[in-house]
């Protein structure tokens, strides 16, 4: 079974066990019931935010519908190199490419509060970036390439080297600039 069929059918389980409709964590997440639908059916891997929101409506860390057998005590992942790779689409309009491949840095670590990912980003298909927001922060550090973010009405270009913590209710967007990029985000989402 693929990381995206696991995706949803975790949040479908979630959404059964909590006796809601698809049209009810759709209004409350504020996502279409086509998108809740195509997420649990596998066919579509969104951006992190409508993610988040639909984690929020469900009662869940985000980390939840990325879990497989959660532990207690520490994790690892040796060079980088999580077996947990989920390539998001990167945006709902474009749900047929996936932009971004998140590489889950502490899958299976139970009650964490933060999300930590190497993520790989190519260039975007389109110049036509949507802004989305959600709760929470998130610290990015560019390990390779560059990454242009725009937040709010701001451009920052970032080098190899380079980082920057944001809160990410501001409407942002990340992507690589000029040529395929990675980095080290670490998402943090109230729960």
């Given amino acids: 079974m693929s990381e995206e069929n ?5 949040i479908q389980q979630i959404r059964e066990n909590r006796e809601m ?3 009810e964590l759709a209004a409350e997440s504020q996502c279409s019931k086509e998108v809740i639908e195509s997420i649990e059916s596998g ?28 532990q207690t005590g520490p994790v690892m ?7 947990q790779v989920i390539h998001f689409s990167g945006k709902e309009d474009h749900p047929d490419t ?10 299976g670590k139970a009650d964490r509060h933060m999300e930590p990912f190497i993520i790989d980003v190519r260039i ?30 701001e451009r920052y270009l970032l080098s190899e080297g380079d980082s920057i913590y944001y809160d990410s ?4 967007d990340l992507h690589a600039y000029g040529e395929d990029a990675k980095i080290l985000a670490v998402v943090y989402t109230p729960f």
Avoid: C, W
Avoid at 6 to 10: A, E, F, I, M, S
Avoid at 98 to 107: I, K, N, P, R
Avoid at 124 to 152: C, N, Q, R, T
């Fill in 6 to 10: 696991q995706l949803g059918t975790k």
């Fill in 21 to 23: 409709t698809v049209e």
């Fill in 43 to 70: 066919n579509l891997i969104p951006s992190l935010t409508p993610l988040i929101k639909i984690a929020r409506v469900l009662g869940v860390r985000l980390g939840t519908f990325l879990d497989d057998a959660p």
């Fill in 77 to 83: 992942v040796k060079s980088g190199k999580s077996k």
């Fill in 98 to 107: 996936s932009a971004l491949d998140f590489y889950a840095l502490a899958s």
């Fill in 124 to 153: 975007p298909a389109s110049k036509d970036y949507k802004l989305s927001s959600h709760e929470g922060e998130e610290f990015i550090y560019v390990m390779k390439g560059k990454i242009e973010i725009l937040y709010g009405q």
């Fill in 169 to 172: 209710i501001v409407p942002h």
